[in-house]
C-alpha cells in the first residue's frame, strides 16, 4: 500500500516534501500494521480454541485482518489506475508514432508495478473453506506468492536496472584487474626469486 501510495504522490502530487512523505508512510506502515496484528493476536488469544494448532488457521477472526488486507488492494488498484492514467498522458504518442505504442508501455508499466503495489495479493483472502479439496494447494500457492514477492520485486526494480547493472559490471572488472594484478606480481616475484637462486647456484 505504502509503495503505491508513494508513487502516486510522487506522480500526482508534485509539491510534498519527500522527507515528510516518509515519515507519514512510515508511521502508517508500522502504526496500522501494529494495530491490526495486535487486534488480531488478542481477538486470537481469547477466542476458545482458536489458537490450538496454528495462529492463522481459518476462524472468524481472521476477517480483523482480511478487511484491512482487501481495503489495501482495494486502494492499490486504484493508486495503480491513476499512474497507469498518468503515464499514459506523459507517454502520449508523437505525431511520428502510433498510440498502440503508448498503450504498450503503458500496459508493460502497470504489469511491472503489479508486484511491487502487492496486488498478487488479491488471492489471499478467498481462502476456500477448511478441509475442502483445493485448501492444500491454497496454502502452498499462497506461501509461495507471499514469500516470494520480495525476489520478484528485486529482479523487477533492481537486478534488471541498467544502473545498477552497471555499476555492478564496474565493481566485478575491477576486482577482476585487481585480482589479476596481483597474480601478475606473484608470477613476476616468483620468477625473480627463481632467477636469484640460478645466479647464486
Known amino acids: 500500500f505504502c509503495e503505491g501510495l508513494h508513487l502516486h504522490i510522487a506522480l500526482v502530487v508534485v509539491f510534498v516534501k519527500d522527507e515528510v512523505a516518509m515519515r507519514g508512510f512510515i508511521t502508517l ?7 491490526i496484528v495486535g487486534a488480531y493476536a488478542a481477538a486470537r488469544y481469547i477466542t476458545p480454541g482458536a489458537t490450538d494448532r496454528c495462529w492463522m488457521d481459518q476462524s472468524d477472526t481472521f476477517w480483523i485482518i482480511v478487511v484491512p488486507v482487501l481495503a489495501s488492494l482495494i486502494s492499490s488498484f486504484v493508486f495503480l489506475v491513476n499512474v497507469v492514467r498518468v503515464l499514459l498522458t506523459k507517454l502520449a504518442p508523437a505525431p511520428n508514432q502510433h498510440a498502440r505504442l503508448a498503450a504498450k508501455k503503458a500496459a508493460r508499466a502497470a504489469l511491472i508495478l503489479i508486484p511491487l503495489f502487492g496486488l498478487h ?32 520485486v528485486s529482479f523487477l526494480f533492481c537486478f534488471t536496472n541498467q544502473d545498477v547493472m ?5 565493481h566485478v572488472t575491477r576486482v577482476v584487474r585487481a585480482n589479476d594484478a596481483i597474480a601478475l606480481t606473484g608470477l613476476t616475484a616468483g620468477e625473480s626469486l627463481a632467477n636469484t637462486r640460478e645466479n647464486v647456484v
Open 29 to 35: 506502515g508500522w502504526g496500522l500494521s501494529l494495530v
Open 121 to 152: 495479493f488479491v488471492l489471499i483472502p478467498l481462502h476456500p473453506p477448511p478441509g475442502a479439496a483445493g485448501e492444500k494447494v491454497y496454502q502452498v500457492f499462497s506461501a509461495l506468492l507471499t514469500s516470494l514477492q520480495g525476489l520478484c
Open 166 to 170: 552497471a555499476a555492478i559490471r564496474t
